[in-house]
């Protein structure tokens, strides 16, 4: 480790970790209560296990987000960051307020209140006083490493990091904005969830990507950097009007779904791209990197991000296609995949790059890392194929022939169960990960004067 202050990202890491036991663990239970609709309904309702299920994804990846930002920016900017104790300040803050976000949903605390009580915008429910600290904390954090940058010395890989921070930063504020007339709620209330995951925070990924394939591949800067500009132009070309493939159905112009149809399936570009430059780079790759459980999460993030994001992304973004499929099992499909291949994906491969830097020790455990590498992406791929068949089978039957919501569901009931058996190897794959970055392989003292490392597993 070259920087002392690299060491903040081990407390985003830690505490990112937790949240995501958490997240995929709500996400069983979700799984079983589409089995047993009465599962837990006294104790823990399906709207709020919902609730606290996607925000604590949007959170830890997020402070998966900040833990790369604070591991990462001082070597490239080849100097320590601006102030590591404003840096815990701000996990401080956010924390905090996810400790406020988990007892507000939980206990339905405060509801009705404008400031303290939940807000009804699916993925912004949080209380206006959690979203004021999340505002205060993303200035702390830009602050502290923008600094960092302007001080030091500027890299292409930075400054797109910078770019998504920042945009990431700007384009919340749009939650704040709940105007009481639907469309238009609806109509901004996607500035914030789509410009976030297609367009700010494909900036983040492509960066965090670039770092990994220039420390683990060798590839001379220049060229990741090339790449990188090509991802980021068409990223933004495609995403920021690729939005109007939300706006078909609620109430704003026509001409919305050929604006939304065109850009969104353009979308499929930058992915590509991203899965291309990858493979490229590792080909064209001179060094043999000892960390092989970091190359792994890098290339299925590209691999699955391309699939799921691109892919299945493009499989009904079209207005003539998302008219029968919007809101089905579908879109259910897509978004799992996409944000796991994108997102989820690519904070598992800087933590494990990094975690071994962090810990001043070789690669450990690196069986165990690629093990849950393959548990958690096979479960997720069968996730993915088990609700796309149970959406196209829902399309026909309630869209198509007009059966009633509820008859429906019962006919999907078998997808829903292989959906819970592939929830458990992902569980099971997010545990064995945590276990192998966090916990060190253990060293056997040989009989005699020499001391023999244990074997990787």
């Not at 992406?377 to 068949?389: A, D, I, K, Y």
Request: glycine share 8%; aromatic share 16%; net charge neutral.
């Amino acid at each position: 480790m070259k920087y002392q202050s690299q060491k903040i990202a081990l407390a985003y890491f830690g505490v990112a970790m937790a949240l995501f036991t958490v997240q995929v663990t709500l996400g069983l239970v979700m799984g079983w209560i589409y089995v047993d609709g009465n599962f837990l309904s006294e104790i823990l309702p399906f709207n709020i296990a919902r609730m606290l299920h996607t925000n604590s994804l949007i959170v830890w990846l997020l402070l998966g987000f900040f833990g790369a930002a604070y591991f990462l920016i001082p070597e490239e900017s080849e100097r320590e960051i601006h102030s590591p104790m404003l840096a815990y300040l701000q996990l401080a803050i956010l924390v905090i307020g996810t400790l406020g976000v988990v007892l507000t949903y939980f206990f339905n605390l405060f509801e009705g209140n404008f400031l303290l009580g939940r807000e009804g915008r699916e993925f912004l429910e949080q209380p206006k006083w959690v979203k004021a600290g999340i505002v205060v904390a993303a200035l702390i954090f830009l602050f502290n490493v923008t600094m960092t940058v302007l001080k030091g010395k500027k890299t292409a890989i930075s400054n797109i990091l910078l770019l998504g921070l920042w945009g990431l930063a700007l384009l919340f504020l749009f939650a704040f904005y709940n105007p009481s007339n639907l469309a238009l709620d609806k109509q901004y209330w996607w500035y914030v969830v789509h410009l976030w995951v297609e367009g700010v925070w494909e900036l983040i990924m492509a960066s965090i990507l670039a770092y990994l394939m220039l420390k683990l591949t060798g590839v001379d800067r220049e060229v990741v950097e090339k790449w990188l500009y090509v991802i980021v132009a068409t990223a933004l070309f495609s995403g920021i009007l690729g939005t109007g493939h939300h706006y078909y159905w609620i109430g704003t112009p026509g001409y919305w779904q050929w604006i939304g149809s065109i850009f969104s399936s353009l979308e499929i570009i930058p992915f590509f791209a991203m899965m291309s430059f990858a493979f490229i780079m590792v080909w064209k790759g001179r060094r043999d990197h000892p960390n092989k459980a970091a190359l792994l999460w890098s290339l299925g993030c590209a691999v699955l991000a391309f699939f799921g994001a691109g892919v299945w992304g493009f499989m009904h973004t079209l207005h003539g296609v998302n008219f029968y499929t919007h809101g089905t099992q579908i879109t259910a499909a897509h978004g799992h995949l996409a944000f796991y291949g994108a997102y989820v994906c690519v904070n598992l491969a800087i933590i494990s790059y990094a975690m071994p830097i962090l810990r001043g020790r070789d690669p450990y455990n690196q069986v165990l890392n690629m093990a849950s590498f393959w548990l958690m992406s096979g479960g997720m791929v069968f996730m993915t194929f088990t609700l796309t068949f149970a959406g196209t089978v829902q399309t026909h039957l309630q869209r198509v022939m007009g059966m009633n919501y509820m008859e429906v569901q019962d006919q999907l009931w078998i997808s829903y169960a292989m959906r819970f058996g592939s929830g458990i190897a992902v569980v099971l794959g997010a545990l064995l990960f945590i276990y192998a970055v966090m916990v060190p392989r253990r060293e056997v003292i040989a009989p005699g004067p020499l001391a023999v490392n244990a074997p990787a597993e």
